[in-house]
């Protein structure tokens, strides 16, 4: 039989069980109905049922995953930029010129801003920031600050390759997404006519290119 010290440094025979891992692809089926029901009807008129319906699954896992409608729509919001941050990203916007990569990321701008459920999103989002601004601070956060620091580091990566002066990149990326926006950014909110039916289309690349070259004028080395 062996002694007390033998059986210490014996190895176990049962291995404890780590537990259940989570299922990501249902916290994605999730999150695509949140972003579905926030997006198309608003943060005020979804619900945790009707969120938890369109997945398929109980109110109970929504919650279990969630905690709360709020901590949902900043995580839905958050996957719905995450497109948009990774167009951004400097693996997808390395090679080429600097002039190339700027007019890529205008050009992923207009086309993620511009879809139809992304118009009614911030239609529906500016009604109910009136009644409850912490859901247009979650806006912010989960969404247009985190593609802002994405183009930062894109001109971060720039200065410090040589390509860029810039003594300030998070004022420089304000003067950069301002240009490209412009005057339509204002057009597709107020129901102008401003479609991005053809991709590219003419109007929007005439836009950027133009944005792009005066940026270039004022922080592009000489």
Same mark, same amino acid.
Request: hydrophobic share 45%.
């Given at each position: 039989? $062996?002694? %007390? &010290? @033998?059986?210490?440094? &014996?190895?176990?025979?049962?291995?404890?069980?780590? +537990?259940? $891992?989570?299922?990501?692809?249902?916290?994605? #089926?999730?999150?695509?109905?949140?972003?579905?029901?926030?997006?198309?009807? +608003?943060?005020?008129?979804?619900?945790?049922?009707?969120?938890?319906?369109?997945?398929?699954?109980?109110?109970? #896992?929504?919650?279990?995953?969630? &905690? @709360?409608?709020?901590?949902?729509?900043?995580?839905?919001?958050?996957?719905?930029?995450?497109?948009? =941050?990774?167009?951004? %990203?400097?693996?997808?916007?390395?090679?080429? #010129?600097?002039?190339? =990569?700027?007019?890529?990321?205008?050009?992923?701008?207009?086309?993620?801003?511009?879809?139809?459920?992304?118009?009614?999103?911030?239609?529906?989002?500016? *009604?109910?920031?009136?009644?409850?601004?912490?859901?247009?601070?979650?806006?912010?956060?989960?969404?247009? =600050?985190?593609?802002?620091?994405?183009?930062?580091?894109?001109?971060?990566?720039?200065?410090?390759?040589?390509?860029?002066?810039?003594?300030?990149?998070?004022?420089?990326?304000?003067?950069?997404?301002?240009? *490209? /926006?412009?005057?339509?950014?204002?057009?597709?909110?107020?129901?102008?006519?401003? %479609?991005?039916?053809?991709? $590219?289309? $003419?109007?929007?690349?005439?836009?950027?290119?133009?944005?792009?070259?005066?940026?270039? /004028?004022?922080?592009?080395?000489?």
């Amino acid at each position: 039989m $062996p002694d %007390s &010290k @033998t059986a210490k440094t &014996k190895p176990p025979n049962v291995i404890k069980a780590l +537990g259940r $891992p989570v299922d990501t692809t249902k916290s994605a #089926t999730i999150l695509n109905a949140a972003r579905h029901e926030f997006f198309n009807i +608003g943060f005020a008129q979804s619900s945790i049922e009707s969120i938890a319906a369109r997945a398929g699954v109980s109110k109970v #896992t929504v919650y279990n995953r969630f &905690k @709360t409608k709020e901590a949902l729509f900043a995580a839905a919001v958050g996957s719905e930029c995450a497109v948009m =941050r990774k167009a951004l %990203s400097v693996e997808a916007t390395s090679g080429g #010129t600097i002039r190339a =990569r700027l007019v890529h990321f205008g050009m992923e701008m207009v086309a993620f801003l511009w879809r139809d459920e992304m118009v009614r999103f911030e239609r529906h989002l500016a *009604v109910e920031v009136e009644h409850n601004p912490e859901i247009g601070l979650l806006f912010l956060d989960a969404g247009p =600050r985190r593609l802002h620091q994405a183009l930062s580091q894109l001109l971060d990566e720039a200065v410090a390759d040589g390509e860029l002066e810039i003594d300030d990149t998070e004022l420089a990326a304000e003067h950069l997404s301002g240009m *490209v /926006k412009g005057l339509a950014d204002l057009e597709r909110r107020f129901g102008a006519n401003v %479609s991005m039916a053809k991709i $590219p289309d $003419p109007k929007a690349a005439k836009r950027v290119n133009s944005a792009v070259d005066l940026f270039l /004028k004022s922080y592009g080395k000489s």
